[in-house]
């Protein structure tokens, strides 16, 4: 079983930043994605960003210019610093990850808060 644990959640003000951190562990074979997701009250979880093991990344067009995913491939860690947080990025956010060999796994969510 994989486990992930995220952190970097919390209150901010519009405008402000935050980075969040994802750490997998357990029974990893080879992650060839990890990337974060988010959902707001009354709506769908949608994809925030991934990463492939090779470093391609993908973004969802309104965090494009404000968000960066990055990856620390040797710790099976994934980061998501968001900078000019707006109030519509308020949603629990979900680190997931893809194993080769055990499929999709993912994080219990952490809060992000945008509001002054």
């Known amino acids: 079983q994989v486990h992930l644990v995220e952190s970097g959640g919390g209150l901010v003000q519009p405008g402000g930043s935050l980075r969040l951190s994802c750490a997998a562990s357990g029974k990893i074979y080879s992650l060839y994605v990890m990337g974060w997701y988010r959902q707001a009250p009354g709506k769908e979880r949608e994809l925030v960003a991934d990463i492939s093991s090779v470093g391609h990344t993908n973004y969802e067009t309104s965090v494009k210019d404000r968000f960066t995913i990055s990856g620390d491939r040797a710790n099976n860690t994934v980061y998501l610093q968001m900078n000019n947080l707006k109030p519509e990025d308020t949603a629990v956010y979900y680190c997931?990850?893809?194993?080769?060999?055990?499929?999709?796994?993912w994080g219990q969510g952490t809060q992000v808060t945008v509001s002054s």
């Open positions: 997931s990850a893809n194993d080769v060999v055990s499929g999709r796994h």
